[in-house]
């Protein structure tokens, strides 16, 4: 075992505030492609921008288009290592959650209750017109068997979004608080499968280091913040978090 893996675990003993902040890195050994890979959703599909989405019924379309291709993946993936390690940790009282960038729902499957998620969740749909909450896979089935857009089922023809963030749209302001709180007070973030350059998430890691906490990096290339880490584990993100648990 590296001697950095036996030093994060001793951080992690210690640490009185520790903070997981995760990125899509954490859910490709899920099955789950990262925005940035070859094939991956930013190079195949337009972007639809979330003022788009509001006025446009085409947008609305190609929008429902692209999530019900990306739902597949979703609907086939399970937690692994990285996740199970993580809600672990929670569960006896190591970190206090985890921050997450993904919209994949796969630290709540895996057991983790405390979990900010800053870029909301692709597995509800809500109601821009009425704030109603649905769970996804339904109105992912019937956009696939009619080819037609869902409407709200409480207020009539409300226009239904994937409770995710969309360009153009604010983060959940709540949510984004909280991150901040837990961030500032944290001694300890490891940061799993980010690269760090999405702001304003990006910038919660930033936030704790400049607050005082140990800043870990674990992820497989170069991060926005690599020059600020007290700590770069360089590879698999199950690998490193099961290997600093062994380590504990
Ligand atoms: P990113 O794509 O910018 O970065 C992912 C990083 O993880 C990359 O640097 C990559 O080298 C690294 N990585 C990938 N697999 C890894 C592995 N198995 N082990 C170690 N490192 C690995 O992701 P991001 O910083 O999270 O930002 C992209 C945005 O895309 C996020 O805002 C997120 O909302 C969204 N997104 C989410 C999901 C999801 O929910 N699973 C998937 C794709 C994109
Ligand atoms: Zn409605």
Redesign the pocket.
């Given at each position: 075992m590296s001697s950095g893996i036996k030093l994060v675990a001793l951080w992690l003993s210690k640490a009185k505030s520790a903070v997981v902040f995760?990125?899509?890195?954490?859910?490709?050994?899920s099955g789950?492609?990262?925005?940035?890979?070859p094939g991956?959703?930013w190079t195949k599909y337009r972007t639809v921008y979330f003022d788009e989405f509001c006025r446009s019924a085409e947008a609305r379309h190609e929008y429902w288009n692209q999530k019900t291709e990306a739902h597949t993946a979703f609907a086939a993936a399970s937690p692994n290592i990285g996740h199970q390690t993580i809600a672990k940790w929670e569960q006896s009282g190591r970190v206090r959650g985890v921050i997450t960038?993904?919209?994949?729902g796969?630290h709540q499957i895996s057991g983790s209750k405390d979990v900010l998620e800053l870029?909301g969740t692709?597995r509800e749909a809500y109601c821009l017109d009425c704030d109603a909450r649905f769970s996804i896979d339904p109105l992912v089935e019937h956009f696939r068997q009619t080819n037609e857009v869902p409407l709200c089922a409480d207020c009539g023809e409300g226009r239904l979004k994937h409770a995710?963030v969309s360009f153009g749209q604010m983060l959940p302001e709540k949510t984004l608080e909280r991150a901040y709180q837990w961030c500032q007070e944290a001694d300890l973030v490891i940061s799993v499968?980010?690269?760090?350059?999405?702001h304003p998430?990006?910038g919660l890691p930033e936030l704790a280091k400049r607050s005082g906490a140990k800043l870990v990096i674990?992820?497989?290339?170069?991060?926005g913040l690599d020059s600020m880490a007290d700590m770069l584990i360089d590879?698999?993100?199950?690998e490193a978090l099961a290997a600093i648990d062994a380590a504990l």
């Open positions: 995760t990125g899509a890195g954490i859910s490709t050994e789950i492609p990262d925005f940035r890979s991956g959703v960038q993904n919209i994949d796969l870029h692709a995710t499968g980010s690269s760090l350059v999405v998430a990006a674990i992820n497989r290339d170069e991060t590879g698999s993100c199950g």
